[in-house]
């Protein structure tokens, strides 16, 4: 069995925090500077170490408008133009990591992803097995126009959010707006092209709309119950029905406010473990009434402190530990499996072209 996790910020840290994918989480831990940065907590080895054989890497920008900036996230967009180049440049780390990686596959098509599949069919072997990248653009503002959809189709991303925070196409989660006409007009050339929408980070009202119009897969790459923590960016037990009544999956993140109602980021990390992680699987399942619409999108890497993460993860090798407490809880095997990969599969081989 091997993980599918649905959301790391591969090339986003790379380019605002200078993030090293090829070198383990502790090392560059060492090299880190300043109380506000957040730590290191994934990279190629840490990963397949924790048997994820398959990520959604984002391209993410950030507006310089964006309220509560980071004194490290240096680089923002002024225009779409600034958003563009923000994103090629990630769009560029990703396919240099493919490059000079052996065990890194840009995953475009069918083949690449069967090809990243067969390297893990021995579990005993995770040495021999190839990681594949799919890339998710988390939010569209890098797109120009929606025409424009078929030029970052070619560059090689295979998933788009259309929106994480306010975009010329969405409204996002704490806002009321809907999808804008751009908004409605880009999911009809994405479904042209079969793309895979993820509604993670829209408003409710854009992800009602997104779900009602949108006939192609969908996800929610990472998206908490709000059952747990009453958030806007968590999704409502109706917008859950909804999704899975599209037969869609929604990646349950490892973010401990998000987890545990009366957890606050000045807690202890120890009060919140992975058993809480799957309080939210089982909701998501005792929701839908079955195991095939939720999965992880642990965001492991979303610039949270060290201890906004469960008190058992330190860094994403240990997002393996995921599938024993899914055990004690009473999933079997197969089920474990489904959540934990073959449930995000399903959306991808259902969008991705032929080759």
């Not at 306010?166 to 409204?171: I, K, M, N, S």
């Not at 109602?261 to 079955?290: E, F, I, M, Y």
Request: one cysteine or more; aromatic letters at 8%; a negative charge.
């Amino acid at each position: 069995m091997f993980i599918v996790d649905a959301q790391q910020n591969i090339a986003f840290n790379a380019q605002q925090l200078g993030l090293d994918y090829t070198r383990w989480a502790w090392h560059q831990r060492h090299g880190e500077s300043g109380a506000n940065q957040p730590p290191a907590v994934t990279s190629l080895r840490d990963n397949m170490l924790g048997r994820v054989a398959l990520v959604f890497g984002s391209l993410q920008v950030l507006s310089e408008s964006t309220l509560g900036l980071a004194t490290w996230q240096r680089y923002t967009y002024r225009t779409a133009a600034d958003a563009q180049q923000l994103a090629l440049w990630q769009m560029d780390y990703y396919r240099r990591l493919a490059d000079n990686q052996d065990r890194i596959r840009l995953v475009l098509t069918q083949s690449d992803l069967a090809q990243v599949l067969e390297s893990w069919r021995d579990e005993n072997i995770i040495d021999k097995g190839l990681q594949g990248i799919v890339v998710k653009m988390k939010g569209a503002e890098p797109i120009s126009e929606p025409k424009q959809l078929e030029e970052w189709l070619e560059y090689g991303v295979r998933i788009v959010a259309p929106a994480w925070r306010q975009t010329r196409y969405a409204g996002s989660a704490g806002f009321d707006d809907g999808l804008t006409l751009l908004g409605f007009e880009l999911l009809e050339v994405m479904a042209g092209f079969n793309v895979l929408l993820d509604i993670s980070a829209l408003s409710e009202r854009a992800s009602a709309e997104a779900l009602e119009r949108y006939e192609g897969a969908i996800i929610a790459s990472h998206s908490n119950p709000r059952h747990f923590y009453d958030s806007p960016r968590c999704l409502s037990d109706d917008l859950i029905r909804r999704l899975a009544e599209r037969d869609g999956v929604m990646g349950i993140m490892m973010y401990n406010r998000f987890l545990r109602t009366d957890w606050h980021p000045g807690d202890r990390k120890r009060q919140v473990n992975v058993s809480h992680w799957v309080d939210a699987v089982d909701h998501v399942c005792q929701l839908s009434g079955s195991i095939a619409h939720v999965g992880l999108g642990s965001d492991i890497d979303g610039g949270y402190t060290y201890h906004s993460l469960p008190s058992e993860i330190d860094t994403s090798s240990d997002l393996w530990l995921l599938r024993r407490a899914l055990l004690e809880r009473g999933f079997a095997e197969a089920e474990a499996a489904a959540i934990l990969g073959g449930n995000m599969l399903r959306k991808l081989n259902e969008s991705l072209p032929d080759g």
